[in-house]
């Protein structure tokens, strides 16, 4: 069965710390790895890392993408409290049109 | 460009009444796919619809239906409701199957 699995499931730093979010996944035919920023609802789109794109970055955001040992981080550096957030990461397989399986989230908390 | 619209925010349902929820994608998206969120269980994928066809669809019982018009606007229904369905509601649309998914701010129902 398709799975994805995060760790830490919860995490609190200070201001200006680094912070490293795990993802790995099993999925038949996979073809994407996505992260996601949940604040209050909506999540927001960050990456999507794909065979052709195993590494991406923006701004203080950085994620990579391990397709031989099937995990994805993401790092975010010199963190701010507007990174408290939970963060989500999901994997697509080509063969399960339109279905995202997410893993179960990280909830990063940020202090001042 | 306006992103994905879900109406209403917020509902309140009684046992055994039914719900309809509401999408609408981002313009030119043409598929959009209905998740649940709850605390227990994160994000599980319902249903997924592309040019008004159901293509791929979750483990859920056949409370759970949706539909998609020529629009790309789409309506999930859930009938009989049970205090169990209590949950943030999602809609994500995209360009068309694996593309990055865009996340409506969602439906919270609550059933007492």
């Known amino acids: 069965e398709d799975k994805v699995v995060q760790s830490p499931l919860s995490l609190v730093v200070h201001e200006g710390d680094t912070v490293t979010l795990n993802c790995s996944y099993e999925v038949t035919n996979f073809r994407s790895l996505l992260w996601y920023k949940q604040e209050k609802k909506a999540p927001t789109f960050l990456f999507m890392l794909t065979s052709s794109g195993i590494e991406k970055k923006s701004g203080r955001l950085s994620s990579i993408l391990d397709k031989k040992e099937l995990f994805s981080i993401l790092n975010i550096t010199a963190t701010q409290t507007g990174d408290s957030a939970i963060y989500l990461c999901?994997?697509?397989?080509?063969?399960?049109?339109?279905?995202?399986?997410f893993g179960q989230g990280t909830t990063l908390q940020v202090k001042p | 460009k306006a992103g994905v619209t879900q109406t209403p925010r917020y509902l309140i349902k009684t046992r055994g009444q039914q719900v309809t929820l509401s999408c609408s994608p981002i313009s030119g998206h043409r598929s959009v796919s209905w998740y649940q969120q709850t605390p227990g269980q994160g994000l599980q994928f319902l249903f997924e619809y592309f040019s008004e066809t159901q293509r791929n669809k979750g483990n859920f019982p056949g409370r759970f239906s949706g539909r998609q018009f020529s629009n790309s606007r789409s309506e999930m229904n859930v009938s009989t409701l049970e205090l169990g369905d209590s949950a943030l509601y999602l809609c994500?649309?995209?360009?068309?199957?694996?593309?990055?998914?865009?996340f409506g701010s969602g439906t919270r129902l609550t059933v007492v």
């Open positions: 994500a649309s995209s360009w068309d199957r694996g593309d990055g998914y865009t």
């Open positions: 999901a994997a697509y397989g080509s063969g399960n049109t339109g279905k995202l399986i």
